[in-house]
């Protein structure tokens, strides 16, 4: 069945970095549309960053353009997302889904769309 892990979450203080990483097993990783998506406290779900099959073609909402990027290692079955100059606002639960196709950005829908990790915690404070 499909299984996907992330970790990389943890405390960092404003303006620093993390490098968030996504396992995929169960399925066909580079047939698959994956995303990152994350959920505040209290908000809903922000779906934040998406890249296609073959890596080459990447999307993000654009409260992180130019500080995120998602990309992918087929040969390992990883997703990555790098987090750099990190803000307060960027504080969230980071899940990685896999989906059948680009279901857009941001807070396009409230509902776990596809196959999802258990999420990993991102917490930016001084």
């Known amino acids: 069945q499909v299984q996907l892990v992330e970790s990389g979450g943890g405390l960092v203080q404003p303006g620093g970095s993390l490098r968030l990483s996504c396992a995929a097993s169960g399925f066909i990783f580079s047939n698959s549309w994956m995303y990152w998506v994350r959920q505040a406290p209290g908000k809903g779900l922000d779906w934040v960053s998406a890249i296609n099959p073959s890596g080459i073609n990447t999307y993000q909402i654009d409260s992180v353009k130019g500080r995120f990027a998602i990309s992918r290692d087929n040969a390992k079955n990883t997703l990555y997302l790098l987090m750099n100059s990190l803000r307060s606002e960027d504080t969230a639960v980071y899940f990685c889904?896999?989906?059948?196709?680009?279901?857009?950005?941001?807070?396009?829908?409230?509902?776990?769309?596809?196959?999802w990790g258990q999420g990993t915690q991102v917490t930016v404070s001084s």
């Open positions: 889904a896999k989906v059948d196709r680009f279901v857009g950005l941001g807070f396009v829908s409230d509902n776990r769309i596809g196959s």
